[in-house]
């Protein structure tokens, strides 16, 4: 039994589908997923007085992994990558990155990570540069200026770089904000929606700079998005929620071909009124 | 140690930009205390010219006008410098960054120096050109009253921002409200003689007015009552850690309650 599937939980795959099955194979092309995770996620509950956001969620995503973290509105995502970051505490359960407990030793790993949301955004009054410098000193960047060109020239921001971030187009700002989510380098990267604002084409761009990333960092990438296409094309696995838990977790193409949908998206809406 | 010193040099850096991004903003930092300044100056005039009894006291007035000032614009510079990070939707940004909450609050501190130091040096010169009255005749006691009252500023600040934190929005108004509580307790404009007897142990818990009864002290019999400003530091000492702690554990009790992602919306 791989480490993946001794953390599925396999309670409420049952009540999903009784054909629904962990994910199997251990492909070559992947890191090895018997390694210490970069993120590990165990018993995870958070209750908000009587309603339970997350309920006993557990999985882990393995170093050099992109694991898409899927569900309708309300699902609990949210929530879940709020206590990766450990922005918020759980009620029950640990959220462990690069073995750091995120609720009592987060400092001693957040110089090592990352995130981006469209929920939170970077300061609007001061320059795409300011926000670079501002931001790279606060992660210690070693060499600011180089990063700085570096991401400039990757995420194409010559052209806005002294403009104020508030008066960018959103397809601008979304990619200032992950060029912030990648100064310093992360080892880990946190994404809640990456692309929710970008027109097909801009969108595809981010995702071809998030998968050359990915290659060149041996990053590990756990993102949140509505966007089925973008979650086949980054993601080596993917876990889907509904009402506070897991409900399903596989590769994109097992879990379509376990629920005999054509793809992730009829999965989703499968998944969404079963579940 | 660099490292954190280099963090905080960034968060300054960060707010100085936001000043200099603005003369609208830079200008209302001198606008308030210089037409509070005018008005309680144009009374000192009249107080002053008028032969009554209270001409001899109405240096009192001004004095108190601006050390009240830095005490007021101490606490509005730290607040309102945070609030701009719920304004702009940033503290996600911040608290996933490797920025330590005192890392936070020392640049808060320095911002409400810088703009202190904004605010109330032109004021002070206005004084003395308009109206003649130069606070710096209070000699190196000035230093000792306005130390003090910054510090308590900052006590004061960190504890509306951690409300801030903790409550959202809801605590915004206590950014401008919170001061004037304090107004009629820290006897700025009277003795604490002045005051009910059973208010006088509020009074000296709090550290104004120990700064208000030395500034009387050096204004009326030109004594400077080094044993007020040692106690007053002492309490600050007091109020800084409280307000610290304070500070924190209201940013945690905001991760328990699953605000911060959403502070700001």
Known sequence: ?275 | MTQSLNRIAAMTARYYYILRSSSLRLLEIIYWPAMQMLVWGFLYTYLYDSKSAMASTAGLLLGAVLLWDVLFRGQLGFTFTFLEEIWSRNLANLMMSPLQPFELAASLMLMSLIRLVIGTLPVMLLTFVLFGFNVFAMGPGLLAFFLNLVLTSWAIGLIVAGLVIRQGFGAESLAYSIMIVLLPLCCVYYPVAALPLWLHPVAWSLTPTYVFEGMRAVLLDGTFRTDLMIECLALNAAYLGMGFTTFVALLQSARHKGGLLTMGE
């Open chain 1, 1 to 275: 039994m791989s480490r993946i599937e001794r953390f599925l939980p396999r309670r409420h795959l049952t009540q999903v589908s009784p054909n629904a099955t962990p994910a199997q194979g251990n492909p070559s092309d992947l890191p090895n997923p018997d390694e210490a995770p970069a993120i590990a996620v165990e018993d995870l509950c958070k209750q908000y007085r009587t309603h339970w956001a997350v309920d006993d969620v557990n999985f882990i995503v393995p170093k050099g992994w992109t694991v898409g973290l899927l569900g309708g509105n309300g699902a609990g995502k949210t929530t879940t990558i709020a206590m990766i970051m450990g922005l918020v505490v759980p009620s029950f359960g640990r959220a462990m990155v690069l073995g750091h407990d995120m609720a009592t030793e987060r400092h001693k790993v957040l110089s090592r990570m990352n995130f981006e949301s469209p929920y939170v955004a970077l300061p609007g009054r001061l320059t795409v540069r300011q926000n670079l410098m501002v931001f790279g000193r606060l992660y210690g960047v070693a060499n600011l200026k180089a990063r700085i060109e570096e991401l400039i020239e990757d995420f194409e921001l010559g052209d806005v770089l002294d403009r104020v971030t508030g008066r960018l187009s959103a397809g601008q700002k979304t990619r200032v904000a992950v060029a912030k989510a990648l100064i310093n380098d992360p080892e880990v990267l946190l994404l809640d929606e990456p692309t929710a604002s970008l027109d097909p084409d801009r969108a595809e761009w981010v995702r071809s700079r998030l998968r050359a990333y990915q290659k060149r960092r041996g990053a590990t990438i756990l993102l949140s998005s509505h966007n089925m296409t973008e979650v086949e094309q980054l993601c080596d696995f993917v876990v889907i929620m509904s009402h506070g838990r897991v409900v399903a977790m596989g590769r994109p193409r097992e879990l379509a071909e376990r629920f005999k949908c054509r793809d992730l998206d009829e999965v989703f809406i499968y998944l969404a009124r079963v579940a």
